[in-house]
């Protein structure tokens, strides 16, 4: 994760490759990932841990969902940061180009993000300024939003240099990400690389990396459109429509299978088949 950006008249864009691990045990798919020192003309070096505490909202209508928006809380390092993204403005299957603004929390980086939101044509309900001690959703509340998803992610970083090449500066941040969605009705694992650009650097070393991942890792790493947002919902959705049998494996990770059928479902914005049973 990039650092927090200034909160400025026009919001910085994020430019990430995201890559899904499809497999019988992604949790081994992915160890092996993170166990890499190099993959192809790229050197990885190992950067922090982190455990991520990420929380959504939105107004009861759901207008910012039908703008395409997303708004996080999030909890990482004893700090908290709210963050404000657009749609994906990519039309390639494993790349998402999209408005991020990002501030750290507070009556400042609170209201950067309200004006964003009444750019976009969203114009909340005013409140008191955030207390010293009041919790970051109860703050929200005030402004008529509501918390729509939770998850908790364990992020290994990468930082992507070339080989050859001596750097300060890394190219790119690769993070491999362990999810866990959570409701009150249990978890699901989701596991989930991503691959962001550093200033400077362009789609096309992104895409180049994916590449020899994929290469090393067919077919185990698939191209993923889709936000984590967007696939929390339908994870949400898929569950109470068919339950977890088949879809998830015993220590409750998505199973290739689902991967299909959420797949189905995010293209057409319809629930799934059920698959025949002879």
């Not at 969902?65 to 749609?87: E, F, I, N, Y």
Request: charged share 25%; glycine share 8%; net charge positive.
């Amino acid at each position: 994760m990039m650092p927090p950006r200034s909160a400025g008249r026009t919001a910085p864009l994020e430019i990430e490759v995201k890559l899904i691990v499809c497999a019988p045990a992604p949790d081994r798919v992915a160890a092996a990932v993170a166990d890499l020192a190099r993959i192809g003309p790229y050197r990885l070096a190992p950067g922090q841990r982190q455990q991520i505490m990420d929380r959504y909202f939105d107004t009861p209508d759901g207008a910012l969902d039908r703008k395409g928006l997303g708004l996080r809380l999030r909890d990482q390092d004893d700090r908290c940061r709210l963050a404000l993204k657009g749609p994906s403005q990519s039309e390639r299957p494993e790349l998402a180009q999209r408005m991020e603004l990002e501030v750290f929390w507070g009556t400042k980086g609170l209201t950067a993000i309200l004006e964003a939101l009444a750019a976009e044509g969203i114009a909340l309900p005013p409140a008191a300024a955030p207390g010293r001690r009041e919790p970051a959703a109860a703050v929200l509340a005030r402004h008529g939003l509501v918390p729509i998803q939770e998850r908790e992610t364990i992020r290994q970083v990468r930082n992507v240099f070339k080989v050859q090449t001596p750097a300060l500066l890394p190219l790119a941040e690769m993070a491999i990400d362990a999810v866990a969605y959570r409701w009150a009705t249990g978890t699901v694992g989701h596991h989930e690389i991503e691959i962001e650009a550093c200033p400077g650097t362009g789609v096309t070393l992104l895409l180049a990396l994916a590449g020899h991942l994929r290469t090393r890792f067919t077919p185990f790493l698939q191209p993923w459109a889709q936000s984590k947002l967007a696939t929390g919902h339908a994870v949400a959705r898929l569950m109470a429509a068919e339950g977890g049998a088949g879809l998830v494996d015993d220590a409750h990770h998505l199973r290739p299978p689902a991967y299909d059928r959420l797949r189905q479902m995010l293209s057409t914005g319809t629930p799934p088949q059920r698959p025949h049973t002879p």
